[in-house]
């Protein structure tokens, strides 16, 4: 089974700080995805990634930027955190020349509190 | 853009009942994927069910199966025998054909509640 892991479950952070959140994938896919979930709001997207150096914003990409180096890791980092930045982050990956059914794989969750 | 609506911020249904979940949505792409993710207490996505709009069959995975009306851009999901482990937030997605990405748009969601 494809594995998409997220290196916190929860995290607390103070505003203004750096906040790096990471995600790994083992299935070798090509894109990598991260959302923002919130009451009421559903799931947003905020950034993605179709292969290795190479992103593109989604929806909600304001106050944040991603890094994707190596092609099973994608990065989502919050420069300087405000308590709006507050919420569910899910990350995801697929790959259309390897899924049959356009599945994506999503992680568990990073619920960030900042104070 | 393309955007997706649930109206139904939660819904209830008692076990061994069947509930109706609402989703349509807009777009001007005749071909396109649409999708149910079930989201349980644990956080992770589950896909539950999956719909190409060039089909005009309907999906049906075991209990669940959906009401596709492509005019009308109506994409209803059909929980038939409700099982407590049903319960769960429940989101209808879309995903365009076109470009190398699967990128999906959410509706908001409903909530599902299953009494015993």
């Known amino acids: 089974d494809v594995k998409v892991t997220q290196s916190s479950r929860y995290l607390v952070k103070r505003t203004g700080e750096k906040v790096f959140l990471e995600c790994v994938q083992d299935?070798?896919?090509?894109?990598m995805f991260w959302y923002r979930q919130d009451p009421g709001l559903g799931l947003r997207l905020i950034y993605f990634?179709?292969?290795?150096?190479?992103?593109e914003k989604g929806d909600i990409p304001e106050g944040y930027s991603v890094s994707r180096e190596k092609k099973e890791r994608f990065s989502l980092i919050l420069e300087s955190a405000s308590t709006n930045q507050t919420s569910m982050y899910l990350c995801?990956?697929?790959?259309?020349?390897?899924?049959?059914?356009?599945?994506?794989?999503f992680g568990s969750g990073t619920q960030l509190s900042v104070l | 853009a393309q955007t997706v609506t649930q109206s139904q911020p939660e819904m209830s249904v008692q076990e061994a009942e069947t509930v109706t979940l609402s989703c349509t949505y807009d777009?001007?792409?005749?071909?396109?994927?649409l999708f149910w993710y079930k989201q349980p207490p644990s956080r992770q996505m589950i896909l539950v069910i999956r719909?190409?709009?060039?089909?005009?069959q309907n999906a049906t995975e075991n209990r669940f199966s959906v009401n596709f009306q492509k005019a009308a851009k109506s994409f209803s999901l059909k929980i038939s025998d409700s099982q407590l482990g049903d319960a769960a937030m429940y989101f209808c997605?879309?995903?365009?054909?076109?470009?190398?990405?699967?990128?999906?748009?959410f509706g908001k969601g409903t909530k599902l509640t299953v009494n015993p």
């Open positions: 299935m070798d896919h090509e894109n």
């Open positions: 777009t001007s792409e005749s071909d396109y994927y």
């Open positions: 997605a879309y995903s365009s054909t076109q470009g190398g990405s699967e990128k999906l748009v």
């Open positions: 719909q190409e709009a060039y089909k005009q």
């Open positions: 990634s179709y292969d290795v150096k190479m992103k």
């Open positions: 995801a990956s697929g790959d259309r020349m390897k899924t049959t059914n356009e599945k994506l794989f």
